[in-house]
């Protein structure tokens, strides 16, 4: 993708995506900061500004990165279950990848027990626990970090919107998006749901077609 000198463009001035702005016309006009050389990109849901790394020498933005942010743009819009980063994540998610893997070990039953019995007093308590007694064994706790954050859901919907960029239309209607999850990472982990307002809103729908919000 190339662009021209400007380091803030309109998303439709440096995409071109018929079946995004179709479903989506109001991303035509969500503000791209591009930053030199940086590597990745990030989505700044208050601001609704994607920003965007890109190659001096080449003057490519990465694609596959700023189709990932849109997908959290849409997420944004929709209300769907969002994505986060490695640094954000609360007590409890971060155990619940710990009790995914180490659950039926005796000392974590008594880690909940004593939660129910109120030898443990609060939920983030009971979780801290969790994380002290287990992030060690698990590699550390910047990879149960990084593994949890992974497993968000709207993460693992962008992630999916990556993956599918170069898919024909009759593939895509071939595989949900958790489908490509799996084949292209080898594996699928139930998803963390996350919220910004603790509530329950509707995810994206998982059916075998093109289905709304999938931009790739």
């Known amino acids: 993708m190339k662009f021209g000198n400007s380091t803030v463009a ?16 109001e991303l035509k006009d969500t503000i791209v900061h591009l930053k030199p050389d940086m590597q990745g990109a990030s989505f700044d849901a208050p601001a609704n500004r ?21 997908q959290h743009a849409i997420q944004n819009k929709e209300g769907w279950a969002k994505g986060g980063s490695p640094d954000t994540l609360t007590p409890k998610q971060l155990a619940s990848t710990l009790t995914d893997k180490y659950g039926d070990l005796p000392a974590f039953q008594k880690i909940e027990e004593d939660f129910l ?3 443990i007093k609060t939920e983030d308590d009971m979780y801290t626990k969790m994380i002290n007694l287990a992030s060690e ?13 992974k497993r968000l859901h709207g993460e693992q919907q962008a992630r999916a919107a990556q993956y599918r960029e170069n898919m024909t239309p009759e593939e895509k209607s071939a595989e949900t ?11 699928y ?26 931009i790739s």
Do not use: A, C
């Open 10 to 25: 309109k998303l439709d001035e440096i995409l071109k995506h018929k079946e995004l702005f179709k479903q989506y016309p």
């Open 189 to 214: 982990h139930e998803p963390i749901v996350r919220f910004d307002d603790g509530g329950i809103s509707e995810m994206s729908p998982v059916k075998n077609k093109v289905q709304k919000g999938d």
């Open 137 to 149: 064994n698990y590699g550390g706790i910047e990879k149960l970090k990084l593994d949890t954050y």
């Open 117 to 119: 019995n109120s030898k």
């Open 50 to 70: 994607i920003i965007v790394g890109y190659d001096t020498k080449s003057k490519n933005i990465n694609k596959s990165s700023l189709l990932h942010e849109i």
């Open 177 to 187: 998006w958790q489908d490509t999850l799996k084949r292209v990472e080898g594996e």
